[in-house]
């Protein structure tokens, strides 16, 4: 597992793009951010095999955190008020 900063770009035509300022190959969307967010996976995995493929490493940014290390997230959280 990695972790790697998405960002969501709401599109004008409706649903998300999604991308990552750390992995610039990576690039998927879908209808809602729920759907977005899960295409994310297969979009990860098409970079890990694009890296793969060119012998290229990972960026260190985004290797899982030691044991005991502190990981933070951000998350769109939605209100029904």
Known sequence: MYRVPLVFTPQPEGGYTVTSPVLPELLTEGDTLEEAQANVRDAFEAVVEL???????????????????????RALVGSAC
């Open 51 to 73: 890296y793969v493929e060119q012998g290229r490493l990972l960026p260190a940014s985004i290797s899982l955190p030691a044991p005991g290390e502190v990981v933070w997230s």
